[in-house]
C-alpha cells in the first residue's frame, strides 16, 4: 500500500533553533517527493522537489533531502522564525502524471 | 498573474442539501485537482481534471459526489444530499503540465460543514 509516513506530529522549538523533520514513503514506482508549507487556513505551498537523482535540495532555510534507496527524506529548517510556525507535508508522486500521496504532516510551532 | 481561486472560503449546508465549490486554475493552466482534508488527516487525492474531460476519479466516491471542468468558467465539485461526514477543507490545485517535476498550486481551500 502506498504510504508516507512523518515525523515527529508535531514539534515546539524556540525562535532561532534549527529542527529537522522526517519522512518515510513506501510509494512504488516513485517519481519525486515534495515538501509543502500549509499554514493554518491556507492552501499548500510547495518547498522543494527532488527526483530519485537528487540527493538534496534547498530553498532558503529550508533543505530537504532524500536517500530513495531507503525510501527517506528530511527537511531541515535553520534559523526558525516565528513565520515558519506552519504544518509541513511530505508528498510523494508515484508515477509522472496526477495522483499526489499526501503524508499527515508535522505541525511545527516556534516561539520567542 | 492571481493565483488559484476557490469559492466560496466557508460553507454551510444541512443534511440533505447540495454543495458546490468553485475553483478557477491559475491563468494559463489546463489541469485542475481536487483534494479533500478531514480534521487531523492529511489531503487526500479526489479527482483530476482536464478541460472537459475526466482524467482520473479513483479518488472520489461514486455516489453523490460529481466534478466538472467546462470549456469556459471554473471548475465544479459537486455534493449531493450531504451528510456529516461530508464536513473537511476541499483544496483545488492546477497546473500547467504534468510530467517531470511539474508544480501543484493550491487555491486557499473552501472549509464546508454540515449541520
Known amino acids: 500500500k502506498n504510504q508516507v509516513e512523518q515525523s515527529p506530529q508535531s514539534l515546539i522549538i524556540l525562535e532561532g533553533k534549527n529542527c529537522t523533520l522526517q519522512?518515510?514513503?513506501?510509494?512504488?514506482?516513485?517519481?519525486?517527493l515534495r515538501w509543502y508549507k500549509q499554514d493554518t487556513g491556507r492552501g499548500p505551498v510547495s518547498l522543494t522537489i527532488?527526483?530519485?537523482?537528487?540527493n538534496t535540495k534547498s530553498n532558503g532555510r529550508y533543505t530537504a533531502t532524500l536517500d530513495a534507496d531507503t525510501k527517506q527524506s528530511s527537511l531541515h529548517i535553520t534559523a526558525s522564525q516565528l513565520s515558519d510556525s506552519a504544518s509541513y507535508i511530505c508528498?510523494?508522486?508515484?508515477?509522472?502524471?496526477?495522483?499526489?500521496?499526501f503524508g499527515k504532516g508535522t505541525t511545527l510551532s516556534v516561539s520567542s | 498573474n492571481a493565483g488559484v481561486m476557490q469559492n466560496p472560503r466557508h460553507l454551510v449546508r444541512r443534511r440533505g442539501q447540495e454543495a458546490r465549490l468553485r475553483c478557477s486554475p491559475m491563468?494559463?493552466?489546463?489541469?485542475v485537482y481536487w483534494y479533500r482534508q478531514l480534521p487531523e488527516e492529511g489531503l487526500k487525492f479526489m479527482v483530476y481534471?482536464?478541460?472537459?474531460?475526466?482524467?482520473?476519479e479513483s479518488g472520489m466516491p461514486k455516489e453523490r459526489f460529481s466534478a466538472e471542468f467546462p470549456k469556459e468558467g471554473p471548475s465544479i465539485l459537486r455534493i449531493q444530499q450531504v451528510v456529516r461526514g461530508d464536513s473537511a477543507a476541499y483544496f483545488c490545485?492546477?497546473?500547467?503540465?504534468?510530467?517531470?517535476?511539474?508544480?501543484?498550486?493550491f487555491g486557499p481551500g473552501t472549509r464546508l460543514t454540515v449541520t
Open positions: 490545485a492546477s497546473s500547467r503540465e504534468t510530467q517531470g517535476n511539474y508544480e501543484q498550486y
Open positions: 481534471l482536464q478541460k472537459e474531460n475526466i482524467i482520473d
Open positions: 491563468k494559463g493552466h489546463s489541469h
Open positions: 527532488m527526483t530519485f537523482s537528487e
Open positions: 519522512c518515510n514513503y513506501t510509494v512504488s514506482p516513485f517519481s519525486n
Open positions: 508528498v510523494v508522486s508515484g508515477q509522472a502524471g496526477t495522483a499526489l500521496i
